[in-house]
C-alpha cells in the first residue's frame, strides 16, 4: 500500500482521517510495523476533550493511539530478534538511551523521551508505525494480535504492582478505581499470589465485574454527609472498609499495599489510612494534582508512597509471559470492537462509558486499516 491513512486529533473535539506520509526507509535499529490493533486509553479521550494533559498540550494536529500490536513489514540491519512478518506488541516510548534514568534501567523517567500520541509526537491509530526495533516484541503462538495491544496497559499494571508495590505471593491488596487500569493491577496481583484482592468503587457494576474477573472483595464507599469535609469523610469511610472487610494496621489482616487508580482525592486519602504500617502506596490514577493527605499517617506508619509512571525495564516481557503463560486472560476485558473507519464512533462510546447499545465499555479496540482474517 501506498498511503497511510491515519486518525488524526486536530484540535479540541475535532478529530478526522488523514493521509500521512509512509516511511519509505528505516534506520539500521528500526522496524516498520503494520498496526492492527489499537486500544482507546484515557489520554486519548482527554486529548480529545481537554486538548492537553498537564504540560502536555496539543499545539499542531497529532495522530493518536499508543496501545499497539501489528506485524513487522520492514527491518534495519542492526535488528535481530525480529523478522519481516513476525507479529509484535509495540511499546510507545522511545528514549536517549544515555541519561541517567535510561542507563538505571528507569527509562520512563528520561527527559526526552518521545512517545506515541503525546504532543508533539504522532501516535499508532495508522497504517504503518516507524519505531526502534528493540521496542517491538514478539508476540508468542497463543497470544492474539488483541491480546498484544493489551499489553501496553498491562505493563501499566506490571510496574505499579510488581516492579513499583513490590508485591509478593501471599500478600494482600486494596485497588481503588475498578477501570481498565484498575482491573490489570487486580490481575497482576492475582497471578503473583495473592492472598486478598479488595475492589474499591462507587459503581456497583464495576465491581461485579472486578468481583468476577479476579474473585476481587468488593467494597462500594460511604455517601458523603453534608457539609463533611473530604479529609473527614475519608477518615470515616476508611475506618467503615476497615471494619467491614476486617483489614487490621498489621499482621496477617493488613494491607501490603494500596494502588490508587482513580486520582481522585477522597480514594488517595483513604487508601492511606487503609494500607498497613510498613506498607507500599502507589499512585497511577490521574486527578487532580493539588490535594489534601494526612502526613501524619504517611510518616508514623512509615508508608512508601510512590509515582508510577508508564513501564520500563522488563515490565513488557513480563506483562506478555504472564499472558502467555494463562496467567492473566485479558479477553474479558475487551468489550467493543471497531473497524479502522469507525475509530470516531470509538471514541465516543469509550468516552461515554458506554456503547449505543446500553453496553458498558471497558476497554475498546479499533483494527487497522488493512486487519484480515489472517491478522487476528
Do not use: W
Amino acid at each position: 500500500m501506498s498511503n497511510n491513512p491515519s486518525f488524526v486529533l486536530r484540535a479540541v473535539e475535532d478529530v478526522a482521517y488523514e493521509e500521512r506520509p509512509v516511511p519509505e526507509t528505516v534506520a539500521d535499529t528500526e522496524v516498520l510495523v503494520a498496526i492492527k490493533k489499537t486500544g482507546i486509553c484515557g489520554s486519548d479521550v482527554h486529548y480529545l476533550v481537554h486538548g492537553r494533559i498537564g504540560d502536555f498540550i496539543v499545539k499542531d494536529p497529532m495522530v493518536l493511539g499508543h496501545e499497539s500490536a501489528g506485524v513487522i513489514t520492514k527491518v534495519g540491519s542492526k535488528v535481530k530478534h525480529v523478522k519481516v512478518g513476525d507479529r509484535v506488541a509495540v511499546e510507545p516510548g522511545s528514549t536517549c538511551r544515555v541519561c541517567d534514568a535510561c542507563k538505571s534501567g528507569r527509562y520512563n523517567l528520561c527527559p526526552d523521551i518521545i512517545f506515541a500520541a503525546t504532543p508533539p509526537y504522532d501516535g499508532t491509530l495508522t497504517r504503518y508505525y516507524r519505531v526502534l526495533g528493540d521496542l517491538t516484541y514478539p508476540l508468542p503462538e497463543n497470544l492474539s494480535l488483541e491480546d498484544g495491544a493489551m499489553m501496553e496497559p498491562l505493563s501499566v499494571g506490571v510496574h505499579s504492582v510488581s516492579n513499583l508495590g513490590n508485591f509478593r505471593f501471599g500478600q494482600s491488596i486494596a485497588v481503588f478505581g475498578c477501570g481498565p487500569v484498575g482491573l490489570l493491577c487486580m490481575a497482576v496481583a492475582k497471578a503473583l499470589g495473592a492472598k486478598r484482592i479488595i475492589a474499591a468503587d462507587i459503581v456497583p457494576s464495576r465491581l461485579d465485574f472486578a468481583k468476577t474477573y479476579v474473585g476481587a472483595i468488593p467494597y462500594q464507599p460511604l455517601s458523603m454527609n453534608k457539609d463533611e469535609s473530604r479529609p473527614d469523610y475519608s477518615r470515616r469511610n476508611a475506618e467503615n472498609m476497615k471494619k467491614t472487610l476486617g483489614i487490621d494496621d498489621r499482621g496477617t489482616n493488613a494491607i501490603d499495599l494500596v494502588i490508587d487508580a482513580s486520582g481522585a482525592e477522597v480514594s488517595i486519602q483513604t487508601g492511606l489510612y487503609v494500607v498497613g504500617t510498613g506498607g507500599i502506596m502507589v499512585q497511577v490514577g490521574m486527578g487532580n494534582p493539588n490535594i489534601q493527605i494526612d502526613m501524619a499517617q504517611l510518616m508514623t506508619k512509615e508508608v512508601a508512597l510512590k509515582g508510577s509512571f508508564r513501564y520500563t525495564q522488563g515490565d513488557y516481557p513480563q506483562a506478555i509471559a504472564l499472558v502467555s503463560q494463562g496467567k492473566i486472560d485479558l479477553k474479558p476485558l475487551v468489550t467493543h470492537r471497531y473497524k479502522f473507519d469507525e475509530a470516531i464512533v470509538a471514541f465516543q462510546a469509550t468516552r461515554s462509558g458506554k456503547s449505543d447499545d446500553g453496553k458498558a465499555v471497558i476497554k475498546a479496540i479499533i483494527s487497522g486499516p488493512d486487519v484480515s482474517p489472517q491478522d487476528l
